[in-house]
């Protein structure tokens, strides 16, 4: 009796305290209530649509959408984007063209409309949320890690 259970119990310690320990290190996503019980969904976060453009992280960062998107038909029949950004109706929006490389397709010619490869806008450009982050963010911008002086409010921004 003794000798069958002494290999479950080899075989069983080190799996939960590997358990223990991935428990502790997984963010809680889920917030305090195990994972067996049903909770309500937490309400949807409100996106920010303050019309603001807001500053890209790295140059080539897909600027964030600063405005709503709902209900723009975005299929194989609409694109309400380019009914603003493309260049032809920016006069009357006053939206920012789409860039250079929305017109060059993957061989890098330069066409007379949008790329193909560039038509599903929000696979790239994306609205934000007042959502809290579920996980903290360290991120640093390259400036303040290389020019601190660049800094907004700092001297010689350019
Ligand atoms: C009714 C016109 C209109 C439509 C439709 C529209 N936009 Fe815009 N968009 C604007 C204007 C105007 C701005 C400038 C900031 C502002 O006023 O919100 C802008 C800003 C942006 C920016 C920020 C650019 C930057 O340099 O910061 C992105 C990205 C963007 N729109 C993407 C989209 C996408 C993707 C869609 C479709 C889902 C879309 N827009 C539909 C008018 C429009
Ligand atoms: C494959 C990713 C991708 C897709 C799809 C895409 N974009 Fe972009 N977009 C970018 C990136 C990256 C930038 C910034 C660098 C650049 O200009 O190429 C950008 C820049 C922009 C800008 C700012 C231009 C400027 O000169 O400041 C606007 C506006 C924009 N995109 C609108 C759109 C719209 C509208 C669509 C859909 C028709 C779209 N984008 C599709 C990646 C994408």
Known sequence: MRKRLLPAAV????LALAGALMAQDAPR?????PFTEEQDAPPMARPITNDVR???????QPPIIPHSIDGYALDLNANK???CHARRFTEQSQAPMISVTHY??????TLGG????????TTCHVTQTEARPLV???F??????????????GRNNR
């Open 114 to 121: 949008l790329a193909a490869r560039r038509y599903v806008c």
């Open 54 to 60: 807001v500053r890209r992280n790295y140059p080539d």
């Open 81 to 83: 984007c380019m009914s």
């Open 29 to 33: 996503l889920r917030g305090p209530e």
């Open 136 to 138: 903290p963010n360290r």
């Open 104 to 109: 060059q397709d993957r061989e890098g010619n």
């Open 11 to 14: 075989v069983l310690a080190p």
């Open 140 to 153: 640093r911008d390259m400036d303040e890690l290389t020019e601190p002086e660049r800094q907004p409010g």
